[in-house]
């Protein structure tokens, strides 16, 4: 004799073997499928036809498990591009402050009009390379495997650490610079923090590749 509540089980290992082994995802299938197949019976089907009809409706293993999976993906990358959305944001708002404040020093004190061109030439710099920087390692290094966005992500900062500590320890000692000449030194001195800025927010643009496109 048929046994509705064996089927049910059964229906129940196949897809915890097919992949779908979350309980609360399971039990709602489930519940899904019970559903269905007491409206079928109500309806004049018989118990093995109603479980038949139910569950070709609900879908095979590997459709269901294609489906959630799908689905926790979509949720995977809404959750980052949140993330990406607010770390770009973040940045863009930084580097505008930066190069605000900067330019109203360089209008406030009292520098002449050669120091003046050469630190608004610094902060065109740093925009032409915090700009160029983004597009390139989002272009080149976004889509790349996480490795190598990880190596360039942590190796950046190392570089510009090493950079500064050289440049205030090694240089800036050895070099007599009125306020003026330093303050322009600075700027030129921390230029090379925009590429750093622009090439996290490319990486944090940058979609990874696909394995299933290529």
Known sequence: MYNLDEAM????????????????????????????????????????????????????????????????????????????????????????????????????????????????SALGAMGVLGSGSFLLSRRFLGPAEPRLKTVAAFGGPVVCVAWMFGFFHLILPHCELEIASLIVALLWALAPGAVLVGTSLGLAEGQPKNPAAS
């Open 9 to 120: 089980a059964e229906w129940r290992t196949r897809m915890v073997a097919a992949g779908i082994k979350s309980p609360a995802v399971l039990d709602e299938l489930e519940s899904h499928l019970q559903e269905d197949v007491d409206e079928r019976i109500r309806s004049g089907a018989n118990a093995p036809e109603a479980f038949a009809a139910a569950e070709e409706r609900l879908g095979q293993a590997n459709r269901l498990k294609a489906e959630f999976e799908q689905a926790e993906g979509r949720t995977a990358l809404g959750s980052q591009g949140w993330l990406r959305a607010f770390a770009m944001g973040l940045g863009i708002l930084m580097g505008i402050c930066f190069l605000g404040f900067s330019a109203f020093g360089l209008l406030k004190h009292e520098l002449g009009v050669w120091h003046r061109v050469l630190g608004f």
